[in-house]
């Protein structure tokens, strides 16, 4: 049993180092993305974690060797608050945060809705993203209007029995999700796994609000970021927005 360990370590340990990831990826093409600060995750072949800038990120590397490559980073609230007026949350498109990505707006409430409006670095709105109230016995759901597509609805149910596309786009969207620890260090109920559809068409899923995988080509990623921001919690996160 010693002997087979030996080989094995000595096998890893004369193993050629992986491929370096890229610094950074384009946010507009990507597929799979968590919001946190893990760079590289703990695994045999690299214990421990490493943590950078919070940021979004996209999953890449190997089994033995997975990497957080970012493609778009987070404002602090103070940021937020002193660059774009208003605003709950900023993205960034450089590490120095000097190129504004998008903002997302400050919650205007409207009977049981609450909206943020996701705006691009000239002010420009892009799309809208809603939550929901709940009845008493359900949970708030969540809708994203992009102008020149139809609504999509995001729920934690869908209405008919889930195909095997939607059966194995579920499974390796959760495989994808198990693979990235959390970041943030904060215990969390049970994740919620969120199926945005279109009628019958699948658009993203997302579990935890942090773990997003998006199958919509044309969907905006800034949409799509703007939902871990603000949180599938019991009470989302206003950001920067006092109200």
């Known amino acids: 049993m010693a002997f087979g360990r030996g080989r094995s370590e000595r096998a890893r340990s004369e193993a050629p180092p992986p491929p370096l990831p890229p610094e950074q990826v384009d946010w507009r093409g990507v597929r799979t993305f968590v919001l946190g600060m893990v760079w590289r995750p703990h695994t045999p072949e690299q214990p421990g974690n490493t943590f950078g800038d919070r940021a979004i990120r996209v999953p890449m590397g190997t089994e033995q060797h997975p990497v957080n490559v970012p493609c778009a980073y987070a404002g602090s609230d103070e940021e937020t608050a002193s660059r774009v007026a208003g605003a709950a949350f900023t993205l960034y498109e450089d590490a120095a945060h000097e190129r504004l990505l998008c903002s997302v707006m400050g919650p205007v409430k409207e009977g049981r809705t609450c909206s943020y409006e996701v705006r691009d670095a000239t002010g420009t709105p892009v799309g809208t993203l809603s939550r929901v109230a709940g009845g008493?016995?359900?949970?708030?759901?969540?809708?994203?209007?992009?102008?020149?597509?139809?609504?999509?609805?995001?729920?934690?149910?869908?209405?008919?029995?889930?195909?095997?596309?939607?059966?194995?786009?579920?499974?390796?969207?959760?495989?994808?999700?198990?693979?990235?620890?959390?970041?943030?260090?904060?215990?969390?109920?049970?994740?919620?796994?969120?199926?945005?559809?279109?009628?019958?068409?699948?658009?993203?899923?997302?579990?935890?609000?942090?773990?997003?995988?998006?199958?919509?080509?044309?969907?905006?990623?800034?949409?799509?970021?703007?939902?871990?921001?603000?949180?599938?919690d019991d009470k989302p996160r206003h950001g920067a927005a006092t109200s």
Request: aromatic share 8%; net charge positive.
């Open 136 to 232: 008493r016995f359900t949970r708030h759901t969540w809708r994203i209007d992009q102008p020149g597509h139809p609504q999509i609805t995001g729920a934690g149910e869908i209405t008919s029995a889930p195909t095997k596309t939607e059966k194995a786009f579920v499974t390796a969207a959760r495989l994808v999700a198990a693979a990235i620890p959390e970041a943030e260090g904060v215990k969390t109920k049970k994740p919620r796994t969120l199926y945005w559809m279109i009628g019958d068409q699948e658009v993203m899923l997302s579990e935890a609000s942090k773990k997003m995988t998006i199958t919509a080509d044309w969907l905006d990623r800034r949409l799509a970021f703007a939902f871990p921001l603000i949180g599938d």
